[in-house]
């Protein structure tokens, strides 16, 4: 099967796989779309079960390796294009979908397309069809650092002291959201109170998401799922008790760019 690098380190966290792996073979059927197919491991997944997938992949030479590589693949069709992109989506002319397997993830959704892409193809999702990954739940920590630039925490490196309880304070439920809504909310702006539980001084916040792959099925961070975002504040020194207001706002496919962060003493 072919893989860039990307796709090798992603096919190589067994954690990550484990988790798919067992959403799709239990939830399978009928029309899949496997949006930003990759190599096209989930859509070989999907197969047996469904009667056809649509792997849709935005990179061409991507694309036109896992063309190749699936040929023997009768009920998978490999389709270039962004399907972002609602002009695609409508001169593709797909079926409806029972199932939309969508793995663009990324920590609180910020710099990957996961959410503009849902909210693209959302549309093509039947009333009773479903969402892989389900969801994700969020939650932030007071911490202590040195680094000043936005940065994934990789096996505690940068180093990063907690100074706070965790917070859980997002939850999205994709297939909800759609429902409710027709779309998914990608601007988040949040006025948050974080508990202090040490002494020392607050200079960031770090995110951790969990991914709701299933209702069922919750996979922490893994080094190719959601690794913990570290994201640099002003600095406050602070004490065991004491509360503190963070303002947090970013774009959901905006990009670390997009990323505001600031705290305040409260108590």
Request: with cysteine; charged share 25%.
């Amino acid at each position: 099967m072919y893989e860039t690098s990307y796709h090798h380190d992603l096919t190589s966290d067994y954690e990550r796989l484990a988790g798919f792996y067992e959403a799709i073979i239990n939830n399978a059927n009928g029309i899949v779309y496997d949006i930003g197919a990759g190599s096209g491991i989930l859509s070989t997944w999907a197969a047996p079960y469904a009667n056809f997938v649509y792997a849709v992949e935005i990179n061409p030479n991507v694309a036109k390796r896992t063309e190749s590589q699936l040929k023997d693949f009768k009920n998978i069709k490999v389709i270039l294009g962004d399907a972002k992109n609602t002009l695609f989506l409508q001169k593709a002319n797909l079926e409806k979908a029972d199932l939309i397997i969508c793995e663009m993830l990324d920590t609180a959704l910020i710099d990957e397309e996961q959410v503009p892409v849902l909210n693209s193809v959302a549309k093509n999702l039947k009333a009773c069809g479903e969402i892989i990954p389900n969801g994700i739940i969020n939650g932030v920590e007071p911490v202590e650092i040195d680094v000043e630039h936005i940065c994934y925490d990789e096996d505690g490196s940068p180093k990063n002291k907690v100074l706070g309880d965790l917070l859980i304070y997002d939850k999205i439920d994709f297939k909800d959201q759609i429902d409710k809504n027709k779309w998914i909310d990608e601007n988040i702006d949040l006025m948050l109170d974080l508990k202090i539980n040490k002494k020392g001084t607050v200079s960031g916040i770090k995110i951790t998401t969990f991914t709701l792959i299933t209702q069922d099925i919750i996979c922490g961070p893994t080094p190719m799922l959601n690794p913990p975002l570290i994201i640099p504040t002003n600095k406050l020194k602070v004490d065991e008790g004491n509360s503190i207001k963070l303002s947090l706002s970013y774009i959901m496919g905006g990009g670390l760019n997009s990323i505001e962060a600031s705290i305040k003493r409260i108590s």
